[in-house]
């Protein structure tokens, strides 16, 4: 049965906050990455994700995988949670794009389709599996991070990075908030299809979802200007503060010289 | 739109982040300069509000859905400094967190939608809006098609980023490493959904939710309004010393009379027979004549519409003076007439209140009258002083 366009918005913030709350569960489950510093893990796996994009061979990016399921087996994350969450979707969305390329890319044809003829090259299905293998291995090592560490441990190991600190107490107000709207959006949709009998026409369904944004928004708005007034309330005068309570044990120095040695060989190995 | 990892080299992520670096860095600075420390708490829950946005399902004709962004929006009503912060916030948030474009690839995806888009949002919107009362329909007409232009702009740069892999990056055997597709085949795959589903969902996101704060929350369209729009409020005042000389100039009308001679090629067909009019004809055309009956088209078609104030001398007034005065008069009033018209028609002569800092009880509590009276003062209060704190002179 076709879904009410109210229902089907309905479910797709419904599954934002889902995952949401998945990660935050994960989070807490005592695996391998969970029990290793937040910084270790971003630096660690963007390392792996480096080494899985520069990747110039197939069985490179798909050891880079195998490392990477093996990661979440010993993480307690579930391959359901994995199948579901990420490899059906990329194989669905990025299939959907490199099938062509197996037709379309010049090269050494094996094989023709009986009816049409087209040619399945060499190169084409080497470029698909590039792609496909790719976007599994750093989808898979995406999730890994938040799968296994609170979201607001992930924003703080940015600095890390060097990503400014600004941008960080930006980035944590905007990912609690997020949550907030998601949820704020879902009352509203749940309470206009509770008032809804009956399929609303085309341009009606426009106009819900339009005035749904513009109340959404000002009420973004309306609450920025009441965070201001707390924030401000405590003192807040522009500067920013990170409370650093990252500490390094020795367990966290041996990973993180695990994972840079396994994105070095992998690199090493694509020679 | 949002480029998954995988999708391009690290050196074209490298390249694009590179490129939006210096972006982002006279962002801040500017948007921490006009803003100090509201800075914070807007670009942040703008972000979640774009974010959230991007998860609608917005029905299309034809039956299909889409998602709208919201760069055209966010650079609407925050300009297009913070509305590149916030739109990478929710970017780079949609990378972490919710698998929606790539880690390496949040460079090019901020490049694309956050910078280039916010920027041809603004830019189309300023120029298509520039001069409009802020309650006009131009407004809403110009805020959708600023979001079709950056949603449009930022497929095609990432449909370029896509074309350029397979020039770049090739195995030994020939296999393309990252995106296969060329040029020739990204540019119209791309272009093909945006130009079609996803830009007109982001024009009807952008221009409804534009048109919803004209009438709830206009002060929110404010800040990137312009100069121009905040004449509408005084624009009758303005408009004063027009009307003065528009009377002025309908009383000296008359002195219209007293020109002689005739406009050249303002002819009638009864001209070239006439000798003293041919002999007008030919003293203004260096002394050559006329010939000796109008021109066969000329006499056909001058023949179609009699005018009711022919020559500024209704047949029905006898004295010159007076019928050239009434012509003007009326000439005028029908000039005056079809400006309101149209002006009407497009919502010019509507005004807003132009100052964002005004208190008053916000829309969504307008149905609040009934609560208790205090809460609703104290919010308006406390959002005065919220608009006087933000002025003050960044330290």
Request: aromatic share 10%; net charge positive.
């Amino acid at each position: 049965m076709r879904l009410h366009f109210l229902e089907r918005t309905i479910d797709g913030l419904h599954a934002g906050l889902a995952l949401a709350l998945d990660a935050e569960n994960s989070a807490a489950a005592g695996g391998l990455l969970q029990q290793l510093d937040a910084r270790v893990k971003v630096a660690g796996l963007f390392s792996l994700i480096l080494a899985a994009a520069l990747a110039t061979r197939l069985w490179v990016i798909a050891a880079v995988f195998a490392l990477a399921v093996a990661l979440a087996a010993l993480s307690r994350v579930s391959f359901r949670v994995l199948a579901t969450r990420v490899w059906i979707g990329a194989l669905a969305f990025t299939g959907a794009i490199a099938l062509p390329a197996v037709f379309l890319t010049p090269g050494v044809a094996l094989y023709r389709l009986p009816a049409l003829h087209w040619p399945i090259t060499a190169q084409g299905l080497t470029t698909a599996g590039f792609l496909l293998l790719r976007v599994e291995t750093a989808a898979t090592l995406a999730l890994l991070l938040v799968f296994t560490t609170p979201w607001m441990h992930v924003l703080k190991a940015l600095r890390v990075l060097r990503v400014p600190v600004l941008l960080v107490a930006i980035l944590g107000m905007a990912s609690r908030y997020i949550l907030l709207l998601l949820e704020t959006a879902h009352e509203m949709f749940e309470s206009r299809k509770s008032r809804t009998v009956g399929p609303l026409a085309g341009a009606a369904r426009r106009h819900v979802a339009v005035a749904s944004s513009g109340v959404l928004l000002s009420r973004s708005l309306q609450l920025s200007g009441d965070v201001y007034l707390a924030m401000q309330a405590r003192g807040f005068r522009g500067d920013v503060y990170l409370l650093d309570d990252f500490a390094m044990t020795r367990f966290d120095w041996l990973a993180l010289a695990a994972f840079l040695a396994l994105a070095a060989a992998a690199v090493w190995a694509d020679r | 739109m949002h480029i998954p990892d995988g999708y391009l080299s690290p050196a074209t992520c490298a390249t694009l982040f590179g490129g939006a670096v210096p972006f982002w860095y006279v962002a801040l600075r500017r948007v921490r300069k006009a803003l100090h420390t509201r800075l914070v708490p807007l670009v942040s829950l703008f972000a979640a509000f774009s974010f959230v946005i991007m998860m609608f399902n917005l029905p299309l004709p034809g039956g299909t859905t889409g998602h709208a962004v919201g760069i055209g929006l966010a650079a609407v009503v925050l300009g297009p400094w913070a509305a590149m912060l916030a739109v990478s916030t929710a970017i780079v948030i949609q990378a972490l967190f919710f698998g929606d474009g790539g880690i390496t690839a949040i460079g090019a995806n901020c490049f694309n939608m956050a910078i280039a888009g916010a920027l041809v949002a603004y830019a189309v919107y300023r120029l298509l809006a520039a001069g409009a009362a802020i309650g006009s329909a131009r407004r809403v007409v110009a805020a959708g098609l600023a979001g079709y232009a950056a949603i449009n702009v930022s497929a095609l740069l990432a449909a370029i980023e896509f074309g350029i892999q397979p020039l770049l990056y090739r195995n030994a055997a020939g296999a393309p490493l990252y995106c296969p597709y060329s040029l020739s085949v990204a540019i119209p795959a791309m272009m093909l959904g945006h130009l079609t589903v996803a830009g007109f969902a982001e024009l009807t996101i952008s221009a409804g939710v534009v048109g919803f704060l004209q009438r709830s929350d206009p002060s929110l369209l404010q800040s990137t309004a312009g100069r121009a729009a905040a004449l509408g409020e005084t624009a009758a005042r303005a408009l004063r010393p027009l009307w003065a000389g528009l009377g002025a100039l309908l009383i000296l009308t008359p002195l219209g009379i007293l020109a002689t001679g005739s406009a050249w090629g303002e002819w009638m067909a009864r001209d070239f027979s006439d000798p003293a009019a041919r002999h007008e004809i030919a003293a203004s055309s260096f002394h050559r004549a006329a010939p000796l009956r109008a021109p066969e088209g000329l006499a056909r078609w001058s023949q179609i519409w009699t005018a009711p104030f022919a020559h500024y001398a209704p047949p029905y007034i006898r004295s010159a003076t007076f019928g050239y005065l009434l012509s003007g008069m009326f000439g005028a009033g029908l000039i005056v007439l079809a400006c309101l018209v149209v002006a009407r028609l497009f919502g010019a002569n509507r005004t807003w209140r132009t100052h964002s800092c005004m208190p008053r009880p916000h829309s969504c509590r307008r149905p609040a009258s009934a609560g208790p009276a205090g809460v609703e003062k104290s919010l308006d209060t406390a959002r005065t002083s919220a608009c006087a704190t933000s002025k003050e002179p960044a330290t």
